[in-house]
Structures are given as C-alpha cells and as structure tokens.
C-alpha cells in the first residue's frame, strides 16, 4: 500500500519477464495473473514465476499484486482460498478482489486491495470498503478530480490509499457493471472472458427508426492518457498510479513505465514532501513516447468534467500519426513524400490511411527505398491491388516503427540504488562500509599490512576506481570516502574483494529489512453497506458473498446476471459514456439555442450490429446511458447443461428449478 507521502507507479505484467522488466524501467509495484481466477482469462501465470518476480521486485522494495478478482462459484471458493496461500507463501504482497465472499474465507495474513471490478464511485462504498478491510481501492475511471478528492476525504490514508488508472485502454462500462458479452456469448467479463462487443461496428437509428450514425464504433472508447494530470491527481488524493495492460506486450510495458517513470521523478524532484515507494532511479537507452505503442488516440476520460471527443468512433484500431502523402501509385509500389524530412522509413515499418468509406486500411511495408528531397519509395507487404482508394494525395500515417521495436527488444533500462561508500583502518588492515540511500548499512573487513604507495594521488584515484565498480550490482555510488589515516598502497584484487563483500552483504542487509505489508483489520461491529438491497449488478455469485453483505446489514440480495435469473430485458451496460452528448444529441447541448431548445429528447437509440439489437437509454439525472438487452436463450440452455454436467454450485436467490438443477 502507499503510504500518504508515497507516490506508488503500477504497472502491469502478462508474465514474470514483462513484470521484470516493469521493475527495471521505473514501476513501484506490478499487478499480475496468478494460476487463475484473475479477470483476463488468457494472462494465467504459475507460483514459480510469481516467486521468481517477487525475488527481483523486493531487491528494490517494489511490490507484487495478484489478481484474484473474477466472482467465484460455490465451488471454487476452496481452490482461490489455497492459490491465496501459495502466492502468499511464494511472495505476493498483496491480493487484488473483487468478490467478497473471499473475505468470509480463511485467507493468509496478505493485504487485500479492490478492484476496479468493484465500481467505487462513491465515498459511502469507498469508507464501506476502508471498513472492511481494503487497504487500496482502484477509484472508476469515470470521476472527475472533485470526485476523487471527496472520496479522499471520506478515508483515513494511513488505513486505505486510493488508485487510478493513468493510462491504457478503456472500458466503457463502469467496471463489473457490464453484462453484454456474457448475454450475448455466455463469455463473462467479471469472469476474465469479455468478447469486447464495445469495439464492434454498429447501426445507430433513433426512436422513429432513422439512422444517427452508419457502422460506427459508438461504444469505443479512446485510450486513457492522464500525463498532463498527474500533479492534479496527487493533489486530489491518489496514490498509487495504475497502467493498464496485462495483455500488452513486453515494448509496451518498457515504453509506457518509462514515461511515467521520468514525469513523476520529476514532481519528486520538484516536490519533497512526496517519495517514492520503491528503492533506485532508472536511466533508459531510449525516449519514452506513449505515441509508438497501439493506441486508439488519447483522452483523459472525465477526470476534468465530461468531454465530447472521448469516443474512438472510426476504428478500434491503432491509426498512427501522420507522416506524409502518397505523390505516385505503380503496380508494385507507392511513392510518399514525408511531411518532415528528417523522417526515416525503416523495413516492416506500418502504415495505413483511411479509405474513401472511412476505413483504417493498413499498407505495412515489405521494403522501403530513400529518394531525393525527403520522398520514399515504398514496396508493400500486400499486393496494390489489396489497397484500395489508395491515391495520389492519401495522407498515410505510421502506427509501427521497426527501429522502435527492435531498440525495446534489447536491455533498454538500468536501475540502480544510490550507495555511499567510506574506506577506513583498522587495527589490521581496511574496514569498507556501505550505506544505500534507504539508510541500509553493511560493512566487510579485510586483513591486510600497511605498505605505502609510491604516487599518493595516482593510487587514491586506482583506490576509488576499484570500489566504484558496481556494474554488475543494484547499486550505484553516491560518493567514495577514503578516511584513511595515512597512504595506503592496495592491490587492486584486494579492493575489488573488498567491495564485492560489502556490496553482497548490503544486499543481505536489505533482504534481511524487507517486511511485508501490514494486512488492515476490519472494523467492528462491521460497517453497515451503504445501501440495504442488492441486484444483480453487485456480482454476487457465490453464498459466502452472500454472507458477507447479509453481515454488513443487507436485507435484500440478488444473484449474480451470471447466475441466469434475470431472464427479461435489463441494463447490460452502464456507463458515463453517453452517445447522444458524443453525436452532439443531447437536450442539454440544446439548451438555449434557438430554434431547438425543448425539441430535442432523450430518446431511446437502438444499436445494430448483425443479429444484435440493444436498446440505449438515458438517465439524464446522474449523466449515464443504459445499454439494454437480454440474455440469449441459447446462453441459458448451455449454462444449464454445463451446471448440469458438471455439478456446478452457485449463489441464487431464488429456489432451482428443476431444469436448472445443481
């Protein structure tokens, strides 16, 4: 957990040698998939490696969270509750939750944290969850600065410190509150399986059945980039400063980390009430750039009030920046002029441009030739004839670089803990101290006679020379003191035996000082929940959840959506995203302009994507567009036989029915 004064950059791991090289390019902490039960199906890892990045991670004091928070069954309340205990045991510092039957279970003394799954919006649900025993809570990413910092003043920040996403793709639904994927597919989002219907194209028709928008990515969000925000965000509260991503790839993980590496070392330098949470400072063999990885564009989402241009509607994919026009199309080849001409095309780099339909069409290239005046001759990957509307005049942009790529595909960070290091005499021979810049102190002693140097300077400077070769190490030095009371002459095998003794025993001292995080005690009696009753859309999937809420004074609790008793039309979605304000459609975009003002409704649209069709509404009151639908027959007849077959338990409020029989 960070603690008030720390500022904790999170960074995410597909797998331990991602996680790894997070630590190494600035992050105080990773969050990563255990063996299962983490909420990106595809991103398991075993204990081995979660032992194995825990051991790199603790050498800077940088922590490990696993993820443990899809909602779980009856039955797989044992087999979470044993993987707590193995990544406990294999070093984890923390679980990430989101369902609470986990805190009705025997779990190992390991700090819990929420997560986003848990949708706190509010400073009733977030001191609810302070009071249960949460000690950091992902905040949604839909709150605006005055909302954060409400949420901090609701808790006490030596108990419970708040988290924010900074950076990464965004999911359109508030989280856990989403249910399409799984009435559509029976794949389940708050069970790590979302289908991602939010990137689909749809059809947007209005309530008289016209159509708003044609083959439109309406629910597709631009990805979050809170780099302009970061000082305001401290301010308002958050601690710890989460990247999204534990699908990404390994340039990704280097790339972003970086980035925010270097802005928040920045503020720490500017700002010396606030410290880092992790041990060392980085040096990197390249510049960070968040432009060079995928990316849907950027927003800062809502953090500074609503926004209209939030929506990635053209295309879920990566469509670049633009580096020049097309002047020639041949049979085999195009020529490009670059807008800059200092730019430089590389073999296997990735274009595209956007058709005459406003399609993002990819060109990568196969091979690329430098011409006279900042023009290049590109060979394409696919024959021309597979890029249509490509044209003299087509703007192309650039969405890969391969000389990027293959720079991060090599060691491209170096951290390192700032060490002080003070040579003195002893009765005997030399005695070389170590102190890091935690105050960590290791000493190594070595038995040597006196014998004076020939160039008192010159063997000084050998001297330090020798006790400053800390390459291979952790560690870097701050400053080399020779408090010797008189020459010394000392070979260099000595020296170099010497520092690599204080250097192994520093380490030791270090892995001997690591302590894990506290675990935070519920309050009691336990805090009321701030509402009475609960629908489906509080995830309750299992009866130990169940028992949870009813503890904290709940008198009315649904089912889990995946528990298939909300059988009619309901919201499968909800969400701040609203795609009237986004059409500019909205009543209060109409107020006071004449002409309009009382003639445009909230209306129902209605989404079209094949065979699906989704109602939208819109709560105008809180701000927020309901998606709705209803869960596929075919999803109940396969959930009944799979519960069949398998014998598979969970939480229902209402009695089984015979054809749904356990």
């Known amino acids: 957990m960070a603690l008030p004064h720390q500022l904790e950059l999170l960074s995410p791991a597909r ?4 996680g790894i090289e997070a630590v190494n390019h600035g992050a105080d902490a990773v969050y990563i998939g255990g063996p299962g039960f983490g909420a990106r199906a595809s991103a398991d890892n075993s204990v081995a490696d979660i032992e194995r990045l825990a051991r790199h991670a603790h050498r800077y004091d940088a922590r490990i969270f696993v993820t443990l928070n899809t909602i779980l069954r009856d039955d797989e309340l044992e087999p979470a509750r044993r993987l707590a205990w193995q990544v406990y045991e294999a070093g984890a510092d923390a679980l990430i939750i989101q369902d609470m039957g986990l805190l009705q279970l025997d779990l190992p003394p390991i700090q819990l944290h929420a997560s986003t799954q848990t949708d706190i919006r509010t400073p009733a649900k977030a001191r609810f969850l302070q009071d249960a025993g949460l000690s950091q809570i992902v905040l949604a ?8 910092a409400a949420i901090r003043d609701a808790l006490d920040p030596a108990r419970c410190s708040i988290e924010f996403f900074i950076h990464g793709a965004l999911c359109v639904a508030y989280s856990g509150q989403c249910y399409i994927s799984h009435a559509h597919t029976g794949r389940s989002a708050n069970r790590g399986d979302c289908s991602q219907a939010c990137r689909l194209p749809y059809q947007v028709l209005d309530a008289q ?38 699908y990404k790839d390994m340039g990704y993980v280097k790339n972003i980390t970086a980035h925010y590496r270097r802005l928040f070392d920045e503020i720490l330098d500017a700002r010396p009430e606030l410290a880092r949470a992790s041990s060392g400072r980085c040096t990197f063999s390249f510049t960070p750039d968040p432009q060079q990885n995928f990316n849907r564009e950027f ?3 809502f953090v500074n009030g609503r926004q209209q241009d939030i929506g990635a509607f053209d295309t879920p994919k990566n469509p670049g920046q633009p580096v020049g026009f097309v002047t020639r199309v041949a049979a085999d080849h195009f020529d ?3 807008d800059d001409p200092a730019l430089v095309l590389h073999n296997g780099d990735g274009l595209c441009y956007w058709d005459a339909q406003k399609a993002l069409v990819g060109a990568q290239t196969n091979r690329v030739e430098a011409l006279a005046g900042g023009a290049w001759r590109v060979f394409p990957k696919d024959p021309m004839g597979a890029l249509h509307d490509l044209r003299k005049g087509t703007v192309v942009n650039r969405n890969r670089r391969m000389d990027w790529t293959r720079t991060l595909d090599k060691k491209s960070a170096d951290r390192r803990i700032g060490v002080w290091l003070k040579l003195s005499e ?10 890091d810049e935690d105050g960590h102190t290791a000493a190594a002693q070595v038995q040597l006679a006196h014998d004076a140097p020939k160039d008192v ?17 952790l560690f870097t030095p701050i400053d080399i003191a020779l408090d010797l009371p008189r020459p010394w002459f000392v070979p260099a095998s000595v020296a170099n035996a010497l520092r690599r003794d204080a250097i192994a025993a520093l380490e030791a001292a270090r892995a001997t000082a690591w302590q894990r995080l506290p675990r935070a005690v519920p309050v009691e009696p336990p805090a009321p929940y701030p509402e009475d009753s609960l629908s489906y859309l509080a995830n309750v999937f299992n009866h130990a959840a169940r028992d949870f809420y009813a503890r904290h004074g709940v008198k009315v609790i649904d089912a889990a959506y995946e528990s298939h008793e909300e059988e009619g039309e309901v919201s499968l979605m909800i969400t701040k995203h609203c795609v009237r304000y986004s059409l500019s459609l909205c009543p209060k975009q109409a107020k006071g302009v004449i002409g309009v003002k009382g003639t445009v409704k909230a209306e129902p ?13 819109f709560d105008c009151k809180p701000c927020e567009m309901h998606v709705m639908g209803k869960i596929k027959r075919g999803v109940l007849q396969a959930g009944a036989r799979d519960a069949a077959e398998h014998a598979l338990r969970f939480y229902r409020r209402r009695p089984v029915t015979p054809a749904m029989t356990d």
């Open 426 to 435: 002893t009765a005997d021979g030399l005695r070389l101290a170590a102190t």
């Open 457 to 473: 300077a010159g063997s000084d400077a050998k001297l330090r020379e020798s006790l400053g070769r800390l390459g291979e190490t």
């Open 15 to 18: 797998d331990a040698d991602i």
């Open 336 to 338: 490009l002029m670059a």
């Open 141 to 148: 990413r839909e709150l605006d600065l005055g909302e954060i």
């Open 299 to 301: 927003t800062d989402y």
């Open 209 to 246: 059945g016209r159509f708003v928008a044609h083959d439109a990515h309406v629910l597709s969000m631009k990805d979050n980039n809170q780099s302009l925000n970061l000082a305001p965000l401290i301010d308002a509260g958050v601690r710890s400063f989460k990247i999204e991503g534990r």
């Open 605 to 617: 649209l209605q989404l079209i994507n094949g065979k699906e069709r989704l109602t939208l509404r």
